[in-house]
């Protein structure tokens, strides 16, 4: 047997807390039983119970309590076991009767790697230093320094680790998900095929290979390579969501929504689920009956879904709208919406209940029967009043702008989309030579620096020539942001929430899209069948947006030549 995972207090030591608690002081049984209990453990560890090589292991501890390669190994057991915490005691204890013991460096970054990256990060270093050089810390290094956000340094360790064994099939798929993190998908889907080279039947490798896949725009492959997935594992949640976000971009809507569905039984909407005693609405009459529809995730989202409360309330419901705060306001006047409650409100009675993003599947909605009449949200019309003075007081075409996301410090899954999403404030300098135009802040919030590491600050310092008027500071809600964009005459922004509000309103709404577009703005077209009055502005190659933001500029010009507005005095 060879060791894997900290520092001993006593010669007695107190180890094994989760594994049987009578072991956690056990009696010294006589020298003379120690070889058979080193037997034991050797056949156990052979016969692949661990458990049982851990409990022989503790015995002979008990009676050898100084010999570090001891603990060294029931450190790797409890590892094994899931036993993390106490395997990080238990090799501790190893380095202290041998502080270079190098096995026990590895096997203790092991431990520490499921809660701590940092020292985990530490404890693969030290070992490398005292001699080890095996694939599988190069691996375990390229783990915990991806997890600090160090992605070149993870590269290269995964590289190191397939440099020493060519067939390491999980350094392979490791390295391939930080390829893909960096938008590296073409070499991303080499490594993800190296990794199906050695285990074919991989699903895990071969949902993520669908997914560089689908970022890459080829969404047939990504789709075909999520079949095969599927074959291997048919109750896997991820593999169906990211089939259904596949199909979905391809415009396979009735598709893609029945996959959609699996998202309920992903970890990530764990805690999303909401549970009445009134029945899910299943696609029954409605005339006559009260549905609650809710919002489940972001708040474009709801802004986009908002739009099949009329469906239903055209087929008899009374429809009540559940969403978030700061959309109460905005979905009031939604035609059919008999009340609008907010999450954290008490509900009012109904009958059934149904996601909003659920709707469209029991409707089987497919690309002709989006219904997309425009505009389905207006703002109330006393804070469109208190707006429009200040507004028309601007000089030239008003044209609103929202340049970067938010992503959230929670949620790290969500950091890299939205840094790809995001405009660094320098390279909207194009827009600075366009003349006649008024640019009127739409960021409510911006993403700043040292949420992650990976993050920088997306708002910086607007180019010379952008005279942005900003009086986010006075919005309150949807309502008040919708208000104010009544009052402008044309809106450019990234793929966020204002991008649905104003599409839902029918104002002109020009969106800047990542070249690994979310799949509602499909592909390889510059409209979108949700929102008649936007027009899609597309990365061509990944974080390339001084060519989308010259595109924009070209067609802003344009916009202002029609427009016929007097040139904006600069100050």
């Not at 409990?55 to 899931?82: R, S």
């Amino acid at each position: 047997m060879t060791g894997r995972s900290t520092v001993p207090d006593s010669s007695q030591p107190r180890v094994v807390s989760r594994l049987t608690p009578s072991l956690a002081r056990p009696v010294p049984p006589p020298l003379g039983e120690v070889p058979g209990l080193l037997a034991q453990a050797e056949a156990c560890y052979a016969a692949g119970d661990a458990r049982g090589a851990a409990q022989a292991y503790v015995q002979v501890i008990a009676a050898v309590p100084q010999v570090a390669e001891l603990y060294n190994m029931l450190g790797m057991l409890l590892f094994d076991l899931g036993c993390f915490d106490d395997s990080v005691t238990v090799c501790r204890q190893a380095l202290a009767l041998r502080p270079d013991f190098a096995e026990a460096y590895f096997n203790l970054g092991n431990g520490l790697r499921t809660g701590l990256a940092a020292p985990a990060r530490a404890a693969y270093h030290r070992a490398r230093r005292l001699g080890l050089d095996t694939p599988d810390l190069f691996n375990n290094l390229g783990v915990v320094t991806a997890r600090c956000g160090a992605f070149d340094a993870a590269i290269a360790a995964y590289r190191q680790a397939v440099c020493r064994k060519p067939d390491h099939a999980g350094a392979f798929y490791n390295l391939g998900s930080v390829l893909y993190a960096c938008g590296d998908t073409a070499a991303a889907v080499r490594a993800f095929g190296r990794t199906l080279r050695v285990t074919p039947d991989d699903a895990n490798a071969l949902n993520n290979l669908g997914s560089v896949l689908q970022a890459q725009g080829r969404l047939d492959d990504a789709i075909a390579t999520y079949d095969r997935a599927l074959l291997h594992a048919p109750a896997d949640p991820r593999i169906h969501v990211n089939r259904a976000m596949a199909l979905l971009h391809r415009g396979r809507l009735v598709e893609g929504w029945d996959d959609y569905e699996w998202r309920w039984k992903t970890e990530r909407f764990h805690d999303l689920v909401v549970r009445f005693p009134q029945p899910e609405w299943a696609g029954e009459p409605l005339s006559g009956r009260t549905i609650l529809l809710y919002g489940e995730q972001g708040f474009g989202d709801t802004l986009q879904f908002a739009r099949f409360a009329p469906v239903l309330a055209a087929r008899g419901a009374r429809v009540i709208l559940r969403v978030r705060q700061p959309l109460v306001r905005l979905l009031c006047p939604v035609a059919g919406v008999a009340d609008v409650v907010a999450m954290e409100a008490p509900l009012p009675p109904f009958d059934c209940h149904l996601a909003l993003m659920s709707v469209p599947r029991l409707l089987r909605t497919g690309l002709a029967a989006i219904p997309a009449t425009v505009p389905y949200l207006a703002p109330p019309a006393a804070a469109v009043a208190a707006w429009r003075a200040r507004v028309a007081a601007l000089p030239g075409v008003k044209v609103g702008l929202v340049w970067s996301g938010d992503p959230l410090p929670s949620d790290r899954g969500s950091v890299l989309p939205d840094l790809r999403r995001s405009i660094p404030a320098a390279q909207l300098a194009g827009l600075a030579r366009v003349g006649g135009v008024s640019f009127v802040s739409l960021q409510k919030k911006i993403a700043v620096a040292g949420v992650t590491p990976e993050i920088p600050a997306q708002i910086g310092t607007m180019p010379a020539g952008i005279a942005l008027h900003d009086w986010m500071d006075e919005i309150d809600d949807f309502a008040d942001t919708a208000a104010l964009v009544a009052g402008l005459d044309l809106v450019i922004t990234i793929d966020t929430a204002v991008a649905h509000l104003v599409g839902a309103m029918g104002k002109p709404v020009w969106i800047l899209i990542r070249h690994d577009a979310c799949w509602r703005w499909m592909q390889d077209r510059d409209d979108s069948p949700w929102y008649p009055s936007a027009r899609l502005f597309r990365q061509v190659q990944l974080d390339d947006w001084w060519t989308v933001v010259e595109q924009v500029s070209g067609a802003l010009a344009q916009f202002v030549d029609r427009h016929g507005a007097a040139p904006v005095s600069q100050s």
